[in-house]
């Protein structure tokens, strides 16, 4: 069945370093790949969508880029703000109907 | 514009008992999916709504159950709840055209005990 593999937690980063959570999939089809962000106590909040093969998704510097190839939507930061600390999940869909999430990487940016 | 909002925030029941969550989806959206997010975990889908029908259904036994009303709110039915059942309920809605925009309510915080 379709399956969302996230990196271990949790992740500690400085203020400005550079920012790789992995991410892999598997799936039957074509599926949409997205980034969701959950702020501490806050509800889910897409960040980032591709819904075909090599298409990159980008928003607030967060990017991410489909690849067919490697089942892969690793998503990336080129500086991480003490603001970007939150919980990211990694999520497909290839119906539209049903989304299977990963189970979440903490991020905690220290100043 | 309100967003996606869940009733109530928190609840406690007794195993075996029966619990009703609500949820009215953002102003415009049609679709409602109801997910079960465990603490550490990640979102699991229970099942999805449209057009007050059942259109999908993860993995989840028939004491889950659901309902969408006209107005496009929906509610989230368990039966005879077992602790495994303490959970964060997220609720999430989309235009059926826009799938992949779901936006989530805030959760319903169920524990059994």
């Known amino acids: 069945g379709d399956s969302v593999t996230q990196m271990e937690g949790p992740v500690t980063l400085s203020e400005e370093a550079f920012l790789t959570i992995n991410c892999t999939y598997t799936a039957t089809g074509y599926p949409s790949l997205f980034w969701y962000v959950q702020y501490p106590g806050e509800g889910l909040q897409l960040l980032l969508k591709a819904t075909k093969a090599d298409d990159k998704g980008s928003n607030k510097g967060f990017e991410a880029t489909y690849r067919k190839e490697t089942t892969s939507f690793h998503l990336e930061k080129g500086s991480v703000q003490v603001s970007d600390s939150a919980v990211y999940f990694c999520a497909l869909s290839a119906t539209g109907n049903q989304f299977y999430f990963g189970t979440g990487t903490s991020l905690t940016v220290i100043p | 514009d309100a967003g996606v909002t869940q009733s109530p925030t928190h609840l406690i029941k007794t195993r075996g008992q029966q619990v009703t969550l609500r949820c009215s989806p953002k102003?415009?959206?049609?679709?409602v999916s109801w997910y079960q997010q465990a603490l550490g975990q990640g979102p699991q889908f229970i099942f999805q709504?449209?057009?007050?029908?059942?259109?999908q259904r993860g993995n989840f036994p028939d004491r889950f159950s659901g309902h969408q009303f006209p107005n496009y709110s929906s509610e989230l039915n368990v039966n005879a709840l077992l602790l495994g059942d303490s959970a964060l309920y997220l609720c999430a809605s989309s235009l059926e055209q826009l799938y992949y925009e779901q936006y989530f309510g805030p959760g319903t915080r169920l524990t059994v005990t």
């Open positions: 709504y449209y057009e007050e029908e059942e259109r």
């Open positions: 102003s415009g959206h049609d679709t």
